[in-house]
């Protein structure tokens, strides 16, 4: 099946902050989407993205289909910000289900 | 607001006593899936409907089971649980299967336990 790699699996910044997050991907997608899961466990959508760029305040994401990646970047960390956030695809042709990567747990201190 | 609603948030259950979770939906999409999040681990999809078509993975423990009355609820039934079962439980909806129509959206999970 396909494959999905995030990095770093940890990241500690200060408040104020950037940060990139990667996902690596080994197979053609129809769907690429970019989570947050918050300390209650529900997952919010970040981003819908399986090609081109996006931007939604403070947060923006890349993908680069032909080169299997996608990129979400924070910029001006808050608190708020920490939490997992989860890469997952769907592969282009059938399996019709999201498979998501390992996560990058984000810690933001004050 | 549309959203994906679970009941309850969490549930307590005994080592094998049959325990039912709920979600129902108000973005009247046709796909419904079921995913088993367990502590630090990523979701796992354990099947998902396509209107009234059920789909299974083909690595979910048949004790896991699924009903989708009508196009706004969908029900896991875990039949046995046992300890290993303890997890997250999430569900999500996406409009149909095809490209910008399979973004997926999540409710707020049922944590459960067992005792």
């Known amino acids: 099946g396909i494959q999905v790699e995030q990095s770093p699996p940890d990241l500690i910044l200060q408040e104020g902050a950037n940060s990139t997050l990667r996902c690596n991907f080994s197979d053609s997608v129809n769907n690429l989407q970019w989570f947050h899961q918050n300390p209650w466990g529900q997952l919010i959508n970040l981003f819908y993205i399986p090609s081109g760029t996006k931007q939604n305040g403070r947060l923006s994401a890349t993908t680069v289909a032909t080169e299997r990646y996608s990129l979400l970047y924070i910029s001006s960390s808050q608190t708020t910000d920490s939490g997992v956030y989860f890469c997952a695809v769907d592969k282009a042709q059938g399996a019709q289900k999201l498979v998501f990567g390992q996560g990058t747990r984000l810690t933001i201190n004050p | ?115």
Not at chain 2, 19 to 37: A, D, G, K, P, R
Request: one cysteine or more; proline letters at 6%; hydrophobic letters at 30%.
């Open chain 2, 1 to 115: 607001d549309a959203m994906v609603i679970q009941n309850p948030r969490y549930q307590v259950t005994q080592f094998g006593k049959p325990v039912t979770l709920s979600c129902s939906q108000t973005l009247n999409h046709n796909v419904m899936y079921w995913y088993q999040q367990k502590s630090s681990q990523a979701p796992k999809l354990l099947f998902h409907y396509y209107d009234k078509d059920f789909n299974n993975e083909a690595d979910t423990p048949d004790n896991f089971q699924s009903r989708r009355p009508n196009t706004s609820f969908c029900f896991l039934d875990i039949r046995s649980p046992g300890l290993g079962d303890a997890a997250m439980y999430l569900c999500a909806t996406s409009r149909d299967y095809g490209s910008s129509t399979n973004e997926q959206f999540f409710g707020p999970g049922t944590r459960l336990t067992v005792l």
